[in-house]
DNA sequence: CGCCGTTTCGTACGCCGTACGTGGTACGCT
DNA sequence: AGCGTACCACGTACGGCGTACGAAACGGCG
């Protein structure tokens, strides 16, 4: 009957893990992990909050299988390119995934059970250095220093109060500058007017350091 | 009289800032960060919960003192040798205390209020790096790398589940190979058995990484 | 219609951080 | 000696958390 079917439409949608999750990963970009709840969480989906726990075993279980969506929307390194590129394009790709969701930055690789996303991204990165003629060991010490650096950069950048140099120069005089006296900190004060003043841009910093390191890679390769 | 200083005495020690702070950081060494809790820790220096907000506007109040007591743990770049040395020296003293603190990590530079030792180490690093000819600009290049690899490092090496050889060997073959099927994952595979196979260490992999920047560095350093 | 597997939910327990008010203690002042 | 004041410790209570447990609603089948 149309009653039902009316009831049914209004009393929301299916509940569904791919719901639960997608609406996790945004309730946690828009407003932070510490602030996600089990409770808020069926609050936004219209549901009660134990009606969660039939797609999720628990919240542990929930995080994990979030980790596992950031992982995916990760790019692969691509396959018809030279290997600098494929991993350069891979870990801007990480980059900007990180950006989008910072919540997920300290739980990537500190949780117990990588999905299915993060082994398969894990594999498509090892082989890229491995056909890029890299031993085993020498492709481990790649790995090891090209995801600290880009963890270790994604997790400074989320501590950062601005994204425009505008806003950096106006952070900067307003709030940093009057905590660090030329005549106790001169080289903190020094770096922070010169900065401004040079109106510096943080856009193409992690480039700069990404590519300063797999240059000093392709210098470990084997040559041919 | 006696009798009054028995009772001072057993009374407990008295509270004080020092003393909740270095119970905190205690209690989040030895079982993490998660399950440091106001009444927990309160519970530690035998006092009531609410005792500890005397000493301590909040728990955010906490972190941001437990931080700065981490980052005066870490050893300032000496002043009398090589740029390189200094720098190496500060981030494997760094690396040791980040391993000592683990739950420090995401928080040393996401908290919105630097500590006073925090701002003292900023500034001896940065003086180190233009003493040793580094621009504003180009000092912050190489800031930038060197504790994105530093953090990004340490992050990583929490979740390590082993810490020897024979462990990792141990973890390896028991619960990672099964997951990791030669035939779907062949470069995963094969990494993990030639790695076990030749006795991986991973001690020395922080140090190999860190002088690969380091060396990379000094190229952009201006030739005298 | 009754049955049953699937999905949803209400209640309750033991945690958490902390606002608020009270009470004891140490010490300088008269 | 007596008292005011600043300092310090604490008990209670509130609203939130994750989730164990069991009941209830629903959909499709006979």
């Not at 039939?54 to 990760?74: C, P, Q, W």
């Not at 425009?164 to 660090?180: G, N, R």
């Not at 007017?193 to 856009?203: P, R």
């Amino acid at each position: 009957m149309a009653g039902e079917a009316k009831k049914r439409a209004e009393s929301r949608v299916q509940l569904s893990r791919q719901r639960v999750l997608a609406a996790a990963v945004s309730m946690a970009d828009n407003h932070g992990l510490e602030t996600l709840s089990m409770r808020g969480l069926a609050r936004e989906l219209g549901a009660g909050a134990m009606s969660l726990y039939y797609h999720v075993a628990s919240k542990d279980d929930l995080l994990d299988a979030m980790i596992d969506v950031v992982f995916g929307e990760i790019d692969l390194p691509p396959t018809d390119c030279d290997w600098k590129a494929a991993i350069r394009q891979r870990a801007l790709s990480a980059r900007h995934v990180l950006a989008r969701h910072p919540w997920a930055i300290g739980l990537m690789e500190s949780r117990a059970n990588p999905g299915p996303a993060n082994v398969r991204h894990h594999e498509a990165v090892l082989a890229t250095l491995r056909q890029a003629g890299f031993s085993v060991v020498m492709a481990t010490h790649a790995y090891w220093i090209l995801d600290s650096y880009l963890y270790g950069f994604a997790l400074q950048e989320t501590s950062l109060p601005f994204a425009t140099p505008e806003e950096l120069a106006e952070m900067t005089s307003d709030v940093y500058l009057p905590q660090i006296p030329a005549d106790e900190y001169p080289y903190l004060n020094e770096a922070a007017t010169d900065l401004i003043e040079a109106g510096y841009d943080h856009t193409s910093e992690f480039a700069f350091g990404l590519d300063l390191i797999l240059d000093a890679l392709e210098g470990l390769r084997p040559s041919v």
